[in-house]
């Protein structure tokens, strides 16, 4: 299995791939270069129970906590790369779906949307380094937003799925924060 998928696809991982236990979930994006200050884009991975909230705040995987309160979803130190790694095999019961989203770092000196980002893609990649699916945002209303959520690793029964989402937020972070309970538990 390795394909495209477009906003609302999903295709089945572990079905697909007996014996998957660990997936690397890697973020991209080309950005016009800037003289001034540049849209500076920062992802995060929420790890959410069945109601999609996110267990707690310990549970938000991004540049300032590199892995949820568990261990099984992680930020890999990889240079530049965005890799996140997810464990399938020892993520908790309770965890339903992990949602990995992109977010405009807030700094008032900086662009207020991703007029500047011209692709941005999402790609799960098996323990092998085979690329299992991938998904290619649409660019066309980077204009209109600061904050992105581009897909999500979900259980379905007792396997697990990834769905292209591509839905953007106008509202950045505040509105990522209030979809999933960031800061409310």
């Not at 999609?52 to 540049?63: A, I, K, M, P, T």
């Not at 207020?112 to 323990?127: L, N, W």
């Not at 066309?140 to 999500?152: S, Y």
């Amino acid at each position: 299995m390795s394909g495209s998928l477009v906003p609302g696809a999903n295709a089945a991982l572990t079905a697909e791939n007996p014996g998957l236990q660990h997936v690397v979930v890697a973020l991209a994006w080309d950005q016009i270069p800037s003289r001034g200050p540049s849209a500076e884009l920062v992802p995060v991975a929420i790890v959410c129970d069945v109601h999609g909230r996110v267990l707690s705040d310990e549970d938000l995987v991004f540049f300032n906590q590199l892995e949820s309160a568990d261990g099984s979803v992680r930020f890999l130190d990889d240079g530049d790369a965005e890799e996140i790694d997810v464990d399938l095999g020892n993520v908790p019961d309770q965890v339903d779906t992990i949602v990995f989203a992109v977010y405009l770092d807030p700094d008032p000196r900086a662009p207020k949307d991703f007029g500047s980002v011209r692709s941005m893609t999402i790609r799960v990649h098996g323990d092998d380094g085979r690329e299992l699916v991938h998904f290619d945002m649409p660019p066309d209303r980077n204009r209109m937003i600061d904050a992105v959520l581009l897909g999500e690793l979900y259980r379905h029964r007792a396997d697990w799925k990834f769905r292209a989402v591509g839905q953007g937020y106008s509202t950045g972070l505040a509105g990522i924060r209030a979809d999933y309970g960031i800061g409310q538990r």
